[in-house]
């Protein structure tokens, strides 16, 4: 079983920067794609940036040259630095790993971790 678990949301003011982090845990599958996602309220989910295992990344428009994604190999860890946060940036923001097994490719999705953006 692989667990990721998200850490760094919270209630910023506009212009301001949140770190958002997501760890993998559990079995060690070889990781092919990491990716940060978020939903709004009444939105449907969307992909905000992704990052290859070669390091190759992608980013939506809206995020970029404000958002950068990152990750530590040798941690399983993904980041997401944010800023100039705007309050349309609020959203649950989801982490997203991509694997392969045996079985073929998965993908787990974290929990979720709120990001408040005050005007």
């Known amino acids: 079983q692989v667990t990721l678990v998200e850490s760094g949301g919270g209630l910023v003011q506009a212009g301001g920067s949140l770190r958002l982090s997501c760890s993998v845990s559990?079995?060690?599958?070889?990781?092919?794609?990491m990716g940060w996602h978020r939903q709004a309220p009444g939105k449907q989910r969307q992909l905000v940036a992704g990052?290859?295992?070669?390091?190759?990344?992608n980013y939506a428009d809206f995020a970029k040259g404000r958002f950068t994604i990152s990750k530590d190999n040798a941690k399983n860890t993904v980041y997401l630095q944010m800023n100039s946060l705007r309050p349309e940036d609020t959203a649950v923001y989801y982490c997203?790993?991509?694997?392969?097994?045996?079985?073929?490719?998965?993908?787990?999705w974290g929990q979720g971790t709120q990001v408040t953006v005050s005007s």
């Open positions: 997203n790993v991509q694997q392969t097994r045996s079985g073929g490719p998965f993908g787990t």
């Open positions: 990052i290859s295992s070669s390091g190759i990344t």
């Open positions: 559990g079995r060690s599958f070889r990781i092919t794609s």
